[in-house]
């Protein structure tokens, strides 16, 4: 059977910078729990698997080192990077259990480039009371809160709270109670929390908490990004068709660029390029 690992850094051209992930590609999909066994092993927050291992339509599933998460965007930018070094630019199709994602590789002087389509975006709002049990948790002031985005559930593929803060110097100060905000998202059913601060229409700057993945914050979370761009169009927050980035990852010294283009329908286009971490 050909298969092989690989290990990459999304939305950076620095491996020491983005977020890693393992990329896992094959003739078929392992059992799930030999996919749990690899994603725990590699042990960054994400690690994609897919089958085959040619085609413009492929099936692709990803694993934290704790569970399977139904979509993770930087491990899909990550692997459609490399599958435009190992079978070339084009469109590929990929197969995720929420449905599936058109994802575009193209060259930018000479640097694989990918950009994927997420799903119709979704978002419904949020009570005071969830809202000050995650401040809480987060050890937050409630007038900290930028109250011109308001908090807010938003889908992008999978479910993020979203908070936005009204000075850089809030979203830096990032220290909570691991194993409680995991239980309280567990329960909410929420796969990170999308803490922003909007620097100008268009540059905001994210941290993303993921224990319910076990990693206690993602340096970049591409559903994360294509919720939020759902949702700042959906709510009117933002004029459409509209580009932003997000500069993520800053304050773990592991800064990653996702660029964000939102249509006047239909879903988030998130890009971002990808290198091998050797």
């Not at 040619?54 to 998460?69: H, K, N, Q």
């Not at 084009?90 to 950009?115: C, E, F, N, W």
């Not at 220290?175 to 409680?180: L, S, T």
Request: proline share 5%.
């Amino acid at each position: 059977m050909s298969e092989h690992l690989y290990r990459l850094a999304a939305f950076s051209t620095d491996p020491t910078k983005g977020n890693p992930a393992g990329v896992w590609i094959g003739d078929a999909l392992p059992d799930n729990k030999t996919m749990q066994s690899i994603a725990a092993e590699v042990g960054y927050s994400e690690t994609a698997f897919i089958a085959p291992v040619s085609g413009d339509i492929r099936t692709i599933r990803y694993y934290s080192p704790l569970a399977e998460v139904n979509f993770c965007g930087h491990a899909t930018i990550a692997s459609a990077v490399m599958l435009g070094r190992l079978s070339g630019i084009g469109t590929y199709q990929l197969d995720t259990l929420i449905g599936r994602i058109p994802v575009k590789v193209h060259s930018v002087d000479g640097q694989i480039q990918a950009a994927l389509t997420s799903v119709e975006p979704a978002h419904k709002p949020v009570t005071e009371q969830l809202v000050d049990e995650v401040l809480a948790l987060l050890q937050w002031r409630s007038d900290a809160l930028d109250r011109t985005i308001p908090p807010a559930l938003a889908y992008g593929g999978v479910w993020h709270l979203i908070l936005a803060v009204n000075s850089q110097c809030r979203l830096n100060q990032l220290d909570y109670d691991f194993e409680k905000l995991k239980s309280w998202m567990s329960r909410e059913g929420v796969t990170t929390l999308q803490l922003i601060f909007r620097e100008s229409d268009n540059l905001f700057h994210s941290r993303n908490p993921f224990p319910v993945g076990g990693v206690v914050e993602d340096p970049a979370t591409g559903a994360a990004a294509a919720a939020l761009g759902g949702y700042l169009r959906d709510a009117k927050l933002m004029d459409v068709p509209g580009k932003f980035l997000i500069k993520q990852g800053e304050a773990m010294g592991r800064l990653s660029l996702l660029q964000v283009e939102v249509p006047e329908q239909g879903g988030t286009v998130v890009a971002g390029t990808a290198v091998e971490i050797i």
